[in-house]
């Protein structure tokens, strides 16, 4: 795989506080590199919108980032305010207290209320899988598909570990089969890193360091 086809499965994410400089910088490189989208934090949207205006570089934001704890209201009503500023994808994390309680049609439930609120806008939902064990990934993955999702994401970035081959591989053979795809993310950090996570079913890759993996 080239690295021009690995930059086009990028998420390029900056989700730390950021100035709008960082932000007009992260839409530029995404433009310049051919990355599948931009993934900031919902303050920025707008700038990241303004900036990618004509160009085929998606906007991605985050709802109830980055633990998942926020009702279902809250997180509806943060989608619809980022769909109204310009995001064409959400990336949602989901409850890790009804997840790691195995409470998994509440899961299913607000991953539909969000879908419900997305429409036509593409859905990743964040799994956080380092808190989730092999039979909850897979548990959770179905809880998506019923919901209506589009992707399973593996990580925030922000939990106790990113993405491993393991959480992808167990991801990838739950959902494919249902027309899912898989977002890794949280610690990709060179073209091997991403190639392997693509050879093991990731479709997407969400990255800090998008450029530095296709400078390598």
């Known amino acids: 795989m080239t690295k021009k086809e690995i930059a086009a499965l990028i998420d390029h994410t900056l989700l730390k506080p950021a100035t709008n400089a960082q932000i007009v910088t992260l839409c530029a490189e995404a433009k310049e590199h051919g990355f599948a989208s931009v993934c900031v934090n919902p303050c920025h949207v707008k700038t990241a919108a303004k900036e990618l205006a004509g160009s085929k570089v998606k906007v991605c934001t985050v709802v109830g980032f980055p633990l998942g704890e926020n009702t279902v209201k809250a997180k509806v009503f943060e989608t619809k305010e980022a769909i109204k500023n310009g995001a064409t994808e959400i990336d949602m994390v989901i409850n890790q207290s009804l997840a790691k309680s195995n409470a ?75 027309g899912l795809k898989v977002k890794a993310s949280g610690g990709v950090h060179n073209y091997e890193e991403a190639l392997e996570m693509v050879k093991n079913g990731a479709d997407r890759i969400g990255a800090s360091c998008g450029v530095a993996i296709c400078k390598e």
């Open 104 to 178: 998994w049609k509440k899961v299913q439930k607000e991953v539909a209320a969000v879908k419900k609120a997305c429409g036509e806008i593409l859905l990743k939902v964040i799994l956080e899988t380092c808190n989730l064990s092999r039979k909850q990934i897979v548990a959770a993955c179905n809880a998506c598909v019923a919901a209506g999702a589009q992707f399973v994401k593996t990580s925030t970035g922000f939990g106790s570990g990113g993405a491993t081959v393991e959480a992808v591989s167990i991801m990838a053979d739950t959902v494919h089969p249902h």
